[in-house]
């Protein structure tokens, strides 16, 4: 009796603990994910015009460019979320999916212009968009504590087939640019230079492409995991008024 008690008192103090710092975080995700989804939001509909009007995706990733690098660059934040503690996620699992989707923007269908009207570029964007879509808005609405069932779903359901097919858009997009990157040598350094150091961009996207072989399974059960967690209740943190 007197141990549960104790147990009690320290669930009570962890509780306490939780909402002491939960308005100030609780405010500040709640503007985060709502100005996330709006984006990803403007760029489905982005993204949808273009192919109405051009009838083509040639020249979709150039029109919708700008807003992609701001929010997908602004997605950094997330890192920082669970290096403070603000949400409950890895920071390695986040730090892999948000790098990994950085280096991808900046470093190569931005920096890799020849590649920009690939087929697998639409592929990626558009497992991306839906991915973050419902992704974000599953935070909003369960931080609001009235998250639809449906949204949840798609939360934890998508990304088995997304997830392949962003990757495979990812893989397909940097395996087009490796000869470009091969003729022009950009982002190269050479010997001899006065530093004395050399770096081969060509090189450097074949280790990313092989590091997809570790690291996607790790995500991919990582996400596994969160829906045994959240559809199947293992561990089961409802959001319920
Ligand atoms: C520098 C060069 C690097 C090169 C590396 C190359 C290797 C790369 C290999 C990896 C390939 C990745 C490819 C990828 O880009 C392809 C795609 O994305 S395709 C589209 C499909 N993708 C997805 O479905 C991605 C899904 N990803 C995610 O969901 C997250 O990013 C992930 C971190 C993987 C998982 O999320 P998380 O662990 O956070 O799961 P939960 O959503 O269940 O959340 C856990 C708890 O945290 C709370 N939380 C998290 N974030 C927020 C937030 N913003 N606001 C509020 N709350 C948040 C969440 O509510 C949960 O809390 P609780 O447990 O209390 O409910």
């Given at each position: 009796m007197a141990s549960s008690e104790e147990d009690g008192s320290a669930e009570d103090k962890e509780n306490n603990k939780k909402k002491t710092k939960r308005p100030f975080v609780t405010a500040w995700l709640t503007v985060y994910n709502i100005a996330m989804t709006a984006g990803w939001m403007v760029l489905a509909v982005a993204m949808i015009r273009f192919y109405i009007q051009k009838?083509?995706?040639?020249g979709l990733y150039k029109s919708i460019s700008r807003t992609l690098k701001f929010f997908q660059t602004f997605a950094l934040l997330e890192i920082f979320h669970c290096a403070f503690g603000m949400?409950?996620?890895s920071v390695i699992v986040t730090g892999v999916q948000v790098c990994s989707r950085i280096f991808m923007v900046w470093f190569v269908t931005h920096s890799i212009k020849q590649i920009q009207n690939e087929e697998s570029v639409v592929l990626f964007l558009v497992a991306w968009t839906v991915t973050e879509i419902t992704r974000y808005s599953f935070y909003t609405f369960s931080l609001l504590n009235h998250l639809p069932y449906f949204i949840k779903w798609a939360r934890y359901n998508l990304f088995i087939v997304l997830y392949p097919v962003g990757v495979a858009g990812e893989l397909l997009t940097i395996y087009a640019a490796l000869p470009y990157v091969r003729k022009s040598g950009m982002l190269s350094v050479r010997l001899p230079n006065k530093y004395n150091v050399s770096f081969d961009y060509y090189i450097c996207l074949i280790i990313v492409m092989l590091s997809y072989i570790p690291l996607f399974p790790q995500l991919f059960f990582h996400m596994l995991r969160q829906r045994r967690k959240v559809?199947?209740?293992?561990v089961m943190v409802e959001k319920e008024d």
């Open positions: 009838g083509t995706h040639k949400v409950r996620t559809l199947h209740g293992e």
